[in-house]
Nanobody, 122 residues
Framework: QVQLVESGGGSVQAGGSLRLSCAAS?????MGWFRQAPGKEREGVAD????????DYADSVKGRFTISLDNAKNTLYLQMNSLKFEDTAMYYC??????????????????WGQGAQVTVSS
């Protein structure tokens, strides 16, 4: 069982920045960030294949968000810059302890954090 504890959500004006953190109790093959806005499906934002630090991003956040992993602390980060109103959502940290077939797909991940609210005002 892997425990994921998130921190760092909040409110910011459009164009601003926030950083999310996720402390994991164990290493897994994949770690990622997902988000879910009210009335919408959960969508993949960014993920990282931890053995080689290979990253993947949703098109909507490329060039604005950066996912990173501190191996010593087993902590995942999501640096979010140039935030837009449409980035407003609950953000979830996730982990998969098995090889996955499709990146950024929520169903592939079997451990989830409690969520952190990100609100961007226009």
């Amino acid at each position: 069982q892997v425990q994921l504890v998130e921190s760092g959500g909040g409110s910011v004006q459009a164009g601003g920045s926030l950083r999310l953190s996720c402390a994991a109790s164990a290493r897994t093959y994949y770690m990622g960030w997902f988000r879910q806005a009210p009335g919408k499906e959960r969508e993949g934002v960014a993920d990282i294949y931890t053995p080689i630090s290979s990253t993947d991003y949703a098109d909507s956040v490329k060039g604005r968000f950066t996912i990173s992993l501190d191996n010593a602390k087993n902590t995942l980060y999501l640096q979010m810059n140039s935030l837009k109103f449409e980035d407003t959502a609950m953000y979830y940290c996730a982990a998969a302890d098995r090889l996955i077939t499709r990146r950024l797909r929520a169903a592939e991940y079997n451990y989830w954090g409690q969520g952190a609210q990100v609100t961007v005002s226009s």
